[in-house]
């Protein structure tokens, strides 16, 4: 009978649950799932890396199995499953995964179609020569600890001496328990302009490095929407990015069929399974949820990717892309949440926190690798101090060799005799007879030499912290010169994103506006400056019952404010609107702006700031006049906002930015002009949904067509008085030159720099009337003659009052899309009885539809003089 007696401990099953369960999620959390800050890597990912080290499967050897390097790990360091193993080799191999793939792979590693890779034993891999610089040189300098394998037999690194960010360069993703972490791969040559960035400045804050690593690169390329999530990732830890594919329109052409419109998609988010799309599109096109859509093809092969989808003949591509973006993976968030192990503790870290816990990792491991390799230049150095002992001693110690009885009564004598210690005497019994010729003897003087200029480096690098930074930068910079490759994944603007304007050249544009609604950008130096009464050139292809309704010259940055018929406001940012060439089309306002096919934009104005001190200056097309504050317009909601409040049959139709001490000058289809001020006594300031007052008495027949504001600081050399003699005296000079040339310039008027009231009709004819020539009226007048008009086959109108000083630019757009540029000081002066001169010359069926100014070079507009 057994004597021994088991005892039972009595245990809290509360107390045992919770120390296991905190045990186990430790171990997943420190062990398995989540990367360490330093080298970015999970530990199967730095056994692999290592295992295939040992093997020597460095770039310039032959690919070894893959099962050989699985086996490896398994066996030596990794004590889990096989499939693990091979999966997160996989993985380090795909160029679609990872930003920098760290294994070379040879045979089926899978595809961004989410297709298996092949079985390890088919597969073959080695290292990268990335991998092989930036993560396991000098790991055998004791830059970094070892620590015991499971079961005691080996040692293996317990992180990597990387020389880069690993762990934003390739980003990571992992689920432990209780926490999870999603960091997306970013640049390698941005993270070495980052990490200099912090060497030079420690005090740089995260948005400041922002502009060195604007934010991920992802390897399948793509757009990211916006900085908003970015901003967030990198100083909160955790941010939303939107990721979308990269797809262009583009014509197909078909033989024997009529040309098609095709959406193409050449680039996916990250992480999109790209059959899976494809499927996706199709079943959504099935149960018609998106409408437009005839064919989907994958025409993708080894020299990169490419998804047709092939549009109706009467689909809108815009409308149909923009449902795609909605509706499918073609635009995705990543989640980033940017959580890593420091100090063997999970911290959720800003872009600085990360890039500062590299560099100090990264100074501790080239501390270690200073002090080894003073270590062993010391240890030869020693050597080489008691071979030079030898030689200065040659035989004397020659003899006492010979007659020692054995090696260790030698080694003996030596330290005895000669103050050797045991190392220099071994050096000296095992030193061969070659050695103690002269030329070798010299070769031991330099090397000793060549040491002590070493030594004294290396200790200077470790009594200087500026060496080693200096060192860090060399080191990462040599990398970033080998290594990097440029961005992939471009930052696009997204809506309520103000800082993106940044990424953008604010260069100037025009906006074209058709009658049915078709909008285009293009660069204003896509037309030079022309000759008065020349042609001009073709701005847009448009179709037999279409004309250029609208135009406006502006710049990039510039909030773009549209005003329909019915008196709402929509805003667009100038770079939203497509570019489009002379000979395009441009895409229809619809797909840009939420607002009713029967709706129409009335009028177009630019904004590059919406100031405290401007109003809003609106007329409708029965005559009512408001102003409203512009800072009021400052937040326009996605689906507009009301501007002003109309009444039954009115329309709201000319908009124009305005002081309070400036004043506005209307002008009406035939001929006739009123200038008032608009300051609070003739326009006091209204609210937004309010009607306005009367502008101005308007004869039968006749209409409204145009206004313009003019600054105070012209206005307000004008005297009343002086501005009705100086009428006086023009209705008289008139009369006297009854007989003369009715356009010749008057040199009384052909004076001074400006400001002039620009005035084109419609039949192509322009005159400068001086400012002063218009007197100012009380609001509601009848006002006076603006111009008279040649009698001719066609009827001539007004088209057109803008103020403008003589060195200005304007641009003129007929209603067929013909453009001239052509500089004011060209059209000469003349009174306002005076008809004008020839400004653009037009085809039969052709009309002067809009006149709009040139911004200057600046950006921002001109104050007149």
Not at 247 to 276: C, F, M, S, V, W
Not at 396 to 410: K, P
Request: aromatic share 4%.
């Amino acid at each position: 009978m057994s004597t021994s007696q088991e005892r039972i401990i009595p245990t809290d099953l509360r107390n045992e649950m919770s120390r296991s369960y905190l045990e186990y999620a430790m171990s997943v959390i420190v062990g398995r799932a989540l990367p360490d800050a330093r080298d970015g890597l999970k530990p199967v990912h730095r056994r692999i890396l290592y295992a295939m080290h040992e093997l020597g499967l460095t770039p310039d050897r032959p690919f070894r199995k893959c099962a050989r390097v699985v086996g490896e790990v398994l066996g030596k360091y990794h004590p889990h499953g096989d499939t693990a193993v091979y999966d997160a080799l996989v993985r380090m191999a795909q160029d679609f995964s990872m930003r920098s793939p760290l294994i070379d792979g040879h045979g089926n590693f899978g595809s961004i179609d989410d297709d298996p890779p092949a079985a390890m034993r088919y597969t073959e891999c080695r290292l990268k020569p990335l991998t092989s610089e930036a993560m396991l040189r000098d790991i055998d300098s004791e830059t970094v600890d070892f620590g015991d394998n499971f079961d005691g037999s080996q040692q293996e690194p317990l992180v990597m001496p990387a020389r880069i960010p690993q762990l934003l360069l390739n980003g990571s993703s992992g689920i432990a328990v209780g926490m999870a972490t999603n960091i997306p791969p970013h640049n390698l040559g941005e993270l070495v302009d980052g990490s200099i960035a912090l060497i030079r400045n420690p005090d740089i804050t995260d948005a400041q490095l922002m502009q060195y690593i604007p934010g991920p690169d992802f390897p399948t390329g793509g757009q990211i929407l916006g900085v908003t999530g970015i901003r967030e990732a990198y100083t909160g830890g955790r941010g939303s990015i939107t990721m979308r594919g990269v797809a262009t329109i583009e014509t197909i052409e078909h033989r024997g069929r009529p040309d098609r419109e095709a959406i193409i998609i050449t680039e996916l988010p990250y992480q999109t399974n790209k059959a899976a799309l494809v499927e996706k599109i199709a079943e959504l096109v099935n149960d018609k949820r998106i409408e437009g859509i005839a064919d989907i093809r994958d025409e993708s092969d080894r020299d990169g990717m490419r998804i047709v989808i092939e549009l109706k003949r009467d689909a809108y591509p815009r409308v149909v892309l923009n449902n795609l973006y909605k509706q499918t993976p073609l635009q995705a968030n990543f989640g980033a949440n940017m959580l890593a192990l420091v100090s063997g503790e999970p911290q959720l870290l800003t872009l600085k926190q990360f890039l500062s816990v590299f560099l100090e990792f990264r100074i501790e491991a080239i501390t270690r690798r200073t002090q080894y390799e003073l270590r062993k230049a010391e240890e030869r150095d020693h050597l080489l101090q008691g071979l030079l002992i030898a030689l200065a001693n040659l035989d004397a110690i020659i003899r006492l060799i010979r007659s020692a009885s054995d090696t260790a009564s030698a080694r003996q004598e030596l330290m005895e005799n000669f103050g050797l210690s045991e190392a220099q005497a071994d050096a000296i019994l095992q030193m061969q007879l070659r050695r103690l010729t002269a030329l070798e003897a010299d070769k031991i003087r330099q090397e000793h030499e060549d040491l002590q200029v070493q030594i004294a480096d290396l200790q200077d690098i470790l009594a200087k912290r500026e060496r080693i930074l200096g060192i860090i930068e060399t080191e990462a910079i040599e990398l970033k010169n080998k290594f990097a490759t440029p961005r992939r994944t471009v930052i696009e603007h997204a809506e309520g994103e103000i800082d993106d304007t940044d990424l953008i050249a604010n260069e100037k544009a025009l906006i074209l506006l058709t009658e049915q609604g078709y909008i285009k950008r293009m660069p204003v130096n896509t037309f030079e400056a022309q000759n008065r009464g020349t042609r001009g050139k073709a701005a847009n292809k448009m179709k037999e019952d279409d004309g250029i309704e609208h135009f406006l010259t502006c710049c990039d940055h510039d909030s773009v404010l549209f005003f329909s018929e019915r008196g709402v406001v929509y805003c667009l940012s100038a770079y939203q609107i497509p570019t489009g060439s002379r000979t395009a089309r441009g895409v229809p306002i619809v797909q840009m702006l939420p607002i009713p096919k029967d709706e129409k934009i009335t009028s177009i104005l630019s904004v590059s700031e919406f100031t405290e001190d401007e109003y809003l200056v609106m007329l409708t097309k029965k005559g009512f006049i408001k102003k409203t504050a512009l800072s009021a317009f400052s937040n326009i909601r996605t689906n507009g906002l009301i501007a002003i409040s109309l009444e039954d049959g009115d329309q709201l139709r000319w908009v124009r930015r305005a002081r309070a001490e400036d004043s506005v000058i209307i002008g009406t289809r035939q001929g006739m002009a009123i200038h008032f001020r608009t300051d609070h006594e003739q326009l006091r300031p209204l609210n937004r949904n309010t009607r306005g007052v009367k502008s101005m008495k308007i004869e039968e027949g006749d209409e409204l067509i145009s206004m313009d504001i003019l600054p105070a600081n012209v206005i307000a050399t004008m005297d009343q008085s002086e501005s009705e003699e100086a009428e006086s005296e023009e209705e008289e000079l008139e009369l006297q030159n009854e007989d003369s040339e009715p356009n010749s310039p008057n040199t009384a008027l052909s004076a001074g720099h400006g400001p002039w009231v620009l005035v084109i009709t419609t039949g192509g004819y322009g005159k400068r009337v001086p400012v002063s020539k218009f007197r100012l009226q009380n609001r509601a007048g009848k006002g006076v003659i603006a111009t008279k008009f040649k009698s001719r086959k066609r009827p001539d109108q007004l088209a057109a009052l803008h103020i403008v000083n003589a060195d200005d630019e304007l641009m003129i757009v007929t209603s067929r899309g013909i453009i001239i540029r052509q500089a004011v000081k060209a059209i000469s002066p003349q009174s306002r009885n005076a008809t004008g001169v020839r400004v653009q010359r037009l085809d039969e069926d052709d009309a002067i539809a809009a006149v709009a100014l040139v911004p200057p070079s600046n950006g921002e507009e001109e104050e007149v003089e």
